[in-house]
């Protein structure tokens, strides 16, 4: 593949709902630009972006992947990205480095709701957006139906420049109505098309949209309106320049007509790429920081070379493989450059561009490109790579935290020895994830953005890294703490011949505001406890407080005042301290009313608004509170405080609720008292489980 300028490549992401036909269609435009040799299929495994075995067993995009096409002097690199809702933090992290999007819409289907929050993103990144309405041939498949759904969620800015000609088995061509000819394709699949004359059934529908087209371009421009007004049409290259210009501004977004199973249409919407979508030097400029100054500089070939890296890709025989787009200057093949993150020279050997999986090699990148290189020692995702004469950084994609997390556990130990190894390399190619041990409950967690996300990475684990491990939902990490106050005397005494055992407390107890943790104040006078022994008391009363009273869970919010005590000249020790400070704790629990605290979580849902109500009444009865709820286009928005003892099945319930429309991030927000009922369960439920074990034990 040659070396192209910034001019002539367009970087498009294909973005829309799971199932919509996003990998065929990249694997149609790669068959019919020539950069593949046959038209391969999402059901038989072999499509060159869903690479990966758990895609092809799966028969779903999981990571973004790019394939690289030359098409009429322009090279157009395709970025096919994940459509199902639990991966669009994965959308969001590649969309970074396209300036514009082709929205697939199912034409049976119509706009789902995974369309419209990848919508949204593109809509925040400022990129340029189509919609192509694929899968015509199937049957039900109905375009006007589907452009109806178009303008029920993205206005009537959305304007047809294609209409189908024929409809289900029968679709075999497309009108264009930029230049009112028609194209009609053979039914070998070879994207081969006939040009020819606007079917005479077609005429009348296909003038009223083409009057359509002319009138929303016109719209858009001053100077074009003024030439409607005076000739009641506009020519061919002026509605193109119109659309161009508009499409950069998001006053106009084009609807095409194709079929990535069939073929038709194909090489259409490659012109269109290639003509209508922004290059990256025409794109806006992009926010970065520069010597402490943030500051916003176009993509340009002039200047010393950085690049971001806004993808890795943890291969078990390349090792790290970093993708990367050109922001400035003129990369080089074997040259050098400074991670600006880690303060480390980095050698970029043998860059390529990206065909799935294969990298094909290249001498060079220019600004705006995108490309690939594996075996950088420390770059990661979101760093920036940059001459150590112009020391810049690009910001990295801000995702949420994981919305749901697990408890993960190592079915053997050569697989413990394994894992964490395994996870380690999965988490640098997918930065949505979080892999940590709770200081509470001791557990491994693995929190992603939902349970089949989680689930794959296992999978993963086992297949790449050969590393089986357990999943189960994790332990609540509940805490208890006390109502009331109270006022004890600790004494340890113990006599055994020789020297014995004697420490002996006065403590006061009483509770702190929520978050306050612990406090102790020593208020000892006169020597009643010498100072030495004070840290002993201390910390005897905190590793009591780690073992918990109630269920043996930890317990905070609470005060303690050391005022009194009394001490032996010769059986005093700081164990002696430290265990009446443990027995002075134990008896100040019976008296302050112990109660047990759950954590209480941040809830956020995005449904369609027709779910609204029965996802409120879903909240209630997991004891939830509803604190707001906007809503953004036809996008109900619920916010709720919810336990999280209720949340860990959430995800599959939400599902089942909405029919997979909705997806929800959730993170913690507070402590609060368990009610009564709840804590009666946990704590018959913690006693069962310490006679148990000590029933082992014995």
């Not at 000609?165 to 081969?192: C, H, Q, W």
């Not at 529908?205 to 087209?213: I, K, N, P, S, T």
């Not at 609204?612 to 709720?640: E, P, Y």
Request: aromatic content about 8%; some cysteine; hydrophobic content about 40%.
């Amino acid at each position: 593949m040659k070396v192209y300028d910034g001019n002539d490549i367009r970087n498009v992401a294909l973005i829309g709902h799971l199932n919509s036909g996003k990998t065929s269609l990249t694997s149609a435009m790669a068959y019919t630009s020539g950069a593949t040799n046959r038209l391969t299929r999402v059901d038989e495994g072999n499509t060159l972006t869903d690479y990966d075995e758990e895609e092809i067993n799966r028969k779903i995009t999981i990571s973004s992947a790019i394939a690289a096409l030359e098409w009429k002097k322009t090279k157009i690199n395709l970025i096919d990205t994940p459509g199902f809702n639990i991966f669009t933090n994965e959308v969001k992290q590649t969309l970074i480095a396209a300036e514009a999007a082709l929205v697939v819409v199912d034409g049976v289907a119509g706009v789902e709701v995974q369309t419209e929050k990848t919508w949204a993103i593109a809509e925040e990144y400022g990129l340029g957006r189509a919609i192509v309405i694929n899968k015509l041939d199937r049957e039900r498949a109905d375009f006007e139906r589907t452009l109806e759904s178009i303008h029920e969620r993205f206005g009537r800015h959305a304007v047809p420049i294609h209409l189908p000609i024929g409809k289900e088995r029968d679709f075999k061509g497309v009108v264009d109505l930029v230049t009112m000819k028609a194209f009609l394709y053979s039914p070998n699949g070879d994207g081969k098309a006939k040009e020819t004359d606007i079917p005479a059934d077609m005429m009348e529908a296909a003038q009223q949209a083409h009057e359509v087209l002319v009138e929303a371009v016109a719209e858009g421009k001053d100077e074009l309106m003024q030439e409607f007004f005076d000739t009641g049409t506009l020519p061919a290259e002026h509605i193109r320049d119109g659309i161009l210009d508009e499409m950069r501004e998001g006053q106009v977004f084009p609807v095409l007509c194709a079929s990535g199973f069939t073929n038709i249409g194909i090489d259409h919407l490659l012109d269109f790429l290639a003509e209508y979508m922004p290059a990256p030097t025409k794109h806006a400029p992009v926010k970065a920081t520069l010597n402490g100054q943030e500051v916003e500089r176009p993509i340009s070939p002039e200047g010393p070379a950085s690049l971001f890296v806004f993808k890795t890709v943890a291969d078990v025989f390349a090792g790290r493989v970093s993708y990367f787009k050109v922001m400035s200057g003129v990369l080089k093949n074997d040259q050098h450059l400074f991670c600006v993150r880690t303060n480390t020279d980095e050698r970029l050997a043998h860059i390529g561009v990206l065909q799935g999986k294969t990298i094909v090699p290249v001498t060079e990148l220019r600004a705006g490109d995108i490309g690939a290189v594996a075996k950088l020692k420390d770059t990661l995702t979101g760093d920036t790579l940059a001459e150590k004469s112009m020391l810049i950084t690009y910001p990295p994609v801000k995702l949420p935290e994981p919305s749901i997390a697990y408890a993960i556990q190592a079915k053997t130990r050569n697989d413990e020895d394994r894992m964490g190894n395994g996870i380690a390399r999965i988490l640098e190619e997918d930065s949505s994830l979080r892999f940590y041990r709770d200081p509470q409950t001791k557990e491994f967690l693995l929190a992603g953005s939902g349970q089949q996300h989680v689930e794959i990475i296992v999978s993963k684990l086992k297949r790449r890294y050969n590393v089986d491990v357990e999943l189960r939902a994790p332990k609540i990490p509940y805490r208890e703490t006390i109502r009331g106050s109270a006022d004890v005397h600790g004494r340890h005494k113990k006599q055994t011949g020789g020297h014995g055992q004697f420490g002996d407390c006065r403590i006061r107890m009483s509770p702190l505001p929520r978050g306050g943790k612990f406090e102790f104040a020593n208020e000892i006078f006169g020597g009643a406890i010498p100072r030495q022994y004070v840290p002993a008391v201390e910390k005897g009363i905190l590793e009591a407080a780690e073992r918990g009273f109630v269920a043996g869970f930890p317990v905070v919010d609470f005060k303690v005042v050391l005022y009194d005590g009394s001490y032996h000249d010769v059986d005093s020790n700081e164990l002696s301290f430290k265990l009446a400070g443990r027995k002075a704790f134990r008896l100040a629990m019976e008296q302050a009313k112990p109660a047990l605290l759950e954590p209480i979580m941040n809830v956020e849902v995005q449904a369609p608004v027709e779910y609204a109500g029965d996802l409120m009444g879903d909240f209630n009865s997991r004891r939830g509170r509803v604190s707001g709820m906007d809503t953004k286009g036809a996008t109900q928005i619920i916010r709720a405080q919810v336990p999280m003892s209720e949340m860990l099945t959430y995800q599959n319930d939400l599902t089942s609720m909405t029919q997979g429309r909705a997806s929800f991030t959730m993170d913690f927000d507070h402590y609060d008292y368990v009610p009564q009922q709840q804590a009666d369960k946990i704590i018959a439920a913690a006693k069962a489980a310490r006679t148990g074990e000590e029933e082992e034990e014995e």
